[in-house]
Each structure stands twice: as structure tokens, then as C-alpha cells.
């Protein structure tokens, strides 16, 4: 898939980047957007199964499967950064090479996942399957790369609620380990709001829901355009 891509972006004219790495024309609209929130051919029977139950209750509205890519959508990051961001702190040739970090890995490697929200009950679920690269004690989940799921579901829990905000604190209870490429569900819910404070938790547990595997809560800052982030 990576191999074919670089080809179409070859064939686009889009600058040519190391294998593995799709670069990003900020002078073009070249720019492709693959979404990676769909099934591949890694994902397990097991993960498909949850696709398929979620992608169902989407269809009266109520939940709506949100589309994942390895770059920031061009016009959000532009509104990003003309809000957030100092210029002097950004390199062209850097930011041209920026992935998102739980998109960054091949197909079944790394962070398999697809987040369903449903913005009137406040929740994002994640159905998350952790590939071989992510092993942190052999056989399991690395602690680190659950952080980082939990932190991309309460994260994307909070923006839904209100707007770029970002994880000011995350607190984290392992409880049990989770099979590397075992199928995982994390539930997570907007507690509270005050001000510009995004209070949300989020479970993981197993798909049985037999195991709690852990717990978090968090604390997102809603971002204020008055304030640069640097
Ligand atoms: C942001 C993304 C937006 C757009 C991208 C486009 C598309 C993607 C869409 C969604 C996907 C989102 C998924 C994101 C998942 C990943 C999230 C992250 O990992 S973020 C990275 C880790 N976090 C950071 O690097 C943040 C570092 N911290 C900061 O930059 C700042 O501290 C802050 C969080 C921005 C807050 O700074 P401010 O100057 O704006 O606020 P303050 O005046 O300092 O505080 C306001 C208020 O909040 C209280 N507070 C702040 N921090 C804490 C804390 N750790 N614990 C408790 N309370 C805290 C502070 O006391 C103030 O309270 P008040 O006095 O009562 O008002």
C-alpha cells in the first residue's frame, strides 16, 4: 500500500520522500488523504466484527465513525497554526514530513484503530488492535503505546466537545496487561466542563468486557486563541 502510494504521488509530482514517508506539498494541493479508520487485511475477525456493529449503528445518526489520516487535513492544520503556532518555532522541510504518531507504522504493525463518537451522549469509543511493534513485556502492549491510544481517544473525545484542546494531564491505572494483537475497546465519556477545562475518563477493557485492562482520567485544556502555545 505504502509502496503505491509513493507511486501515485510520484506520478503527481509531489516531492520524493525516503521510503515509508509520504511527504506533503504545502504549495499544492497534491496531497493524499488516505483514511486510515477502515478495515485492512490485518485487521482481526475480531476487530472487523466491531467495525461492522458500530458502522450499523451509524445509521440512524446517532454515532458517526470519524475518518483518520496520517496528516493533519491541510486547512485544519492551516487554521491551527495561524491560531497556535510561532512560525519561528516551524520548519518547512520538517512540518512537510509530519506524520501522526499512531498512523506513522504499516498496515498491522503498529496502532490499528477506528473511534466512533456520539457527540449528544459525549463519547468516543476506540476499538484498538495493537500490532508486534508496540510489545512492551513479551507479549504485551507496551505501556506507552497505551497511553498513547487512551490519549488519542480522551483527546479526541474532548475536541469533539470543544474544540482544539489539549491533554494538560493523564492519569493512567494499569490493571491488566493486553495481549499484543488482542482487540481492545476504550469507552470514553466527557465528565464535566468548567471554563476551559475538559474533564473526560475512558475505560479499556476486553471485548467480553470480562477485563478491565485500565483505567484513566484526564484533563484537557480547551486552547485559547489569545495564547500562543510556544
Ligand atoms: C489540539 C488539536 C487540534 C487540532 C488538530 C486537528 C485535528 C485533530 C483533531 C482531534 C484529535 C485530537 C487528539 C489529540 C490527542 C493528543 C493530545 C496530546 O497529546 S497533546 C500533547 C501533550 N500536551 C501538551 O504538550 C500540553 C502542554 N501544556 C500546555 O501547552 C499548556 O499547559 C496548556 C495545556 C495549553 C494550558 O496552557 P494555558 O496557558 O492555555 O492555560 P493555563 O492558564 O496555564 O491554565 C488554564 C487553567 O487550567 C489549569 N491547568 C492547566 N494545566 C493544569 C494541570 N496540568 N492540572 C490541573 N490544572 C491545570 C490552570 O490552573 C488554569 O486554571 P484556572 O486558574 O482555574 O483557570
New binding site residues.
Given amino acids: 500500500m505504502l509502496r503505491s502510494c509513493a507511486a501515485l504521488l510520484r506520478t503527481l509530482g509531489a516531492p520524493r520522500g525516503p521510503p515509508g514517508v509520504v511527504w506533503r506539498s504545502f504549495s499544492s494541493e497534491k496531497v493524499i488523504h488516505k483514511d486510515f479508520a477502515v478495515p485492512n487485511p490485518s485487521w482481526s475477525k475480531d476487530l472487523r466484527l466491531l467495525f461492522d456493529q458500530f458502522m450499523k449503528k451509524c445509521e440512524d445518526g446517532s454515532w458517526e465513525r470519524l475518518p483518520s489520516h496520517r496528516q ?1 487535513p491541510l486547512q ?1 492544520f492551516e487554521d ?1 497554526k495561524t491560531h497556535f503556532l510561532d512560525s519561528k518555532h516551524m520548519k518547512e522541510e520538517q512540518m512537510s514530513q509530519a506524520q501522526n504518531f499512531t498512523r506513522s507504522f504499516e498496515d498491522g504493525l503498529g496502532f490499528e484503530y477506528v473511534m466512533f463518537c456520539n457527540d449528544i451522549e459525549k463519547m468516543v469509543v476506540c476499538f484498538f488492535q495493537g500490532g508486534p511493534h508496540l510489545q512492551g513485556v513479551p507479549g504485551f502492549i507496551h505501556g506507552g503505546a497505551i497511553a498513547t491510544i487512551i ?2 481517544t480522551v ?2 473525545c474532548a ?1 469533539r466537545a470543544g474544540g ?6 493523564l492519569n493512567i491505572n494499569f490493571k491488566r496487561p493486553i495481549p499484543l494483537c488482542s482487540v481492545v475497546v476504550l469507552k470514553s465519556q466527557l465528565d464535566k466542563v468548567e ?3 475538559l474533564f473526560v475518563s475512558c475505560s479499556v477493557r476486553s471485548i467480553d468486557e470480562k477485563t478491565l485492562h485500565s483505567e484513566a482520567t484526564s ?1 484537557f ?1 480547551k ?2 486563541p489569545n ?1 500562543r ?1 510556544t
Fill in positions: 493533519t485544519k491551527f490519549d488519542a483527546g479526541m475536541n482544539a484542546a489539549m491533554t494538560a494531564n471554563g476551559r477545562k484533563l485544556i486552547l485559547d495564547k502555545l
